[in-house]
Each structure stands twice: as structure tokens, then as C-alpha cells.
């Protein structure tokens, strides 16, 4: 299992994707529903550009998990989870990840990967960031993702309350109502 915020998936994830389809007999690639309050695209979102751009992968799939991830790998029955290190950097937070997952799942082993040189600097993060502030992400995603980015770019204020509903929808509705102000059905 491969599990991420993808927002949005970059080709350093999809670098790793490719690698870990090789090495693994199944990859369940799943992304995180509640990582961010307010994350640049829905979840449902992350999910078709992710499914089309590992459509020529046979032994991976997409889906998305809420809650602990060890709780849904032992529901997947992963053996292994995924992460990608880039640089040295990253490792002190994945190592303190991957012991508390060890901590909470003993059985579950991280499986650490590195992805091309090339895209030891891409992150979702600095991704949103260059392209928010108008510069270029190409060579950094995939060209549907880069097209993505664009549309969002252009109608940020509809796409913001665009990616809100669609992730109320995601969450099955359940933050339809925070406040909990719907009227109450009568005995
Ligand atoms: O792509 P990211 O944002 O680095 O991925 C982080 C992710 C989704 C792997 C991590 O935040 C996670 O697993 N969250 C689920 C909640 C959980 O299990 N937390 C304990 C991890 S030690």
C-alpha cells in the first residue's frame, strides 16, 4: 500500500508508483480523504487523475482510506507500506512514521524507495505553490495534472467551493450539517 495526500500527484509519486508496481505483485495506491482543510483538489479529484495516469498499470489500484492507515492496510491485508524519500530530509519524519506504525501494527513492514534523482526536489507543496504564483510545473507532473493545475489557476473562487462540496460529497455527507441544525424527523 502506497498512501499519500496526492495533492496533486506529481511525477516523483508516479516515479514511485512505477517502481513499487515492479516489486510488488499489488499496489493499492491510497490517498488520505481528510489530510487537509483546505487541500487545492477534491479528493474525488485525486482519485481520476491518479486511476488514469496508472490506467497501463495492471497490478495497481486507487482508492482512498479516512481514519489510521495501518487499520486500513490490515483491512487491505498489505504486507508492506510504500514511502518515497527524497533526500535526507525527509527521512526523520518518515522514520518516526514508519516506528509509530510499527508501534501500532508490528506486522506491517515500510518499505522505503527513492525516486529518479530528477524529482528529488518535487512536492506536492512547493507544486501548488509555484503554480498558484503563475510559474511553469511542467516536468514536475504529469500533463493531465498540468492541465489541471491551469483550470484551477483560472477559477480559483468556484473551484475552492467546487472542491469543498465534492469533498462533502467524499466524506459521505458528513460534514453536510457541522452544527448539527437539521430538523429531527418527529417520533
Ligand atoms: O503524502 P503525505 O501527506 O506525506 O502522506 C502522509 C500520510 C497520509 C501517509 C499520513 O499522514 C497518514 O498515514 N495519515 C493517516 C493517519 C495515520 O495513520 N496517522 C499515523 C501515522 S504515524
Same mark, same amino acid.
Given at each position: 500500500m502506497y498512501p499519500g *495526500?496526492?495533492? /496533486? /500527484?506529481?511525477n516523483g509519486h508516479l516515479d514511485l508508483i512505477e517502481r513499487g508496481a515492479k516489486i510488488f505483485e499489488e499496489l493499492v495506491v491510497a490517498i488520505l480523504r481528510n489530510s487537509e482543510k483546505s487541500p487545492m483538489f477534491a479528493v474525488s479529484e485525486r482519485l481520476s487523475m491518479l486511476r488514469e495516469l496508472t490506467a497501463n498499470l495492471k497490478n495497481v489500484r486507487i482508492d482512498t482510506f479516512d481514519g489510521l492507515m495501518v487499520e486500513y492496510a490490515k483491512s487491505l491485508n498489505a504486507t508492506c507500506i510504500l514511502r518515497g524519500i527524497?533526500?535526507? *530530509?525527509d527521512y526523520e519524519y518518515e522514520l518516526q512514521m514508519a516506528l509509530m506504525n510499527r508501534k501500532l501494527e508490528p506486522t506491517l513492514e515500510t518499505v522505503f524507495m527513492m525516486p529518479a534523482d530528477k524529482y528529488s526536489y518535487v512536492s506536492s507543496r512547493l507544486v501548488r505553490e509555484v503554480a498558484q504564483a503563475g510559474g511553469p510545473v511542467k516536468g514536475l507532473v504529469p500533463e493531465v495534472v498540468e492541465q489541471k493545475l491551469r483550470e484551477k489557476i483560472t477559477t480559483p473562487k468556484r473551484e475552492t467551493r467546487a472542491i469543498e462540496i465534492l469533498d462533502r460529497i467524499d466524506l %459521505? %455527507?458528513?460534514?453536510?450539517?457541522p452544527k448539527g441544525t437539521k430538523r429531527k424527523k418527529k417520533a
Open positions: *495526500s496526492f495533492d /496533486p /500527484p506529481t527524497r533526500a535526507i *530530509s %459521505g %455527507g458528513k460534514e453536510l450539517d
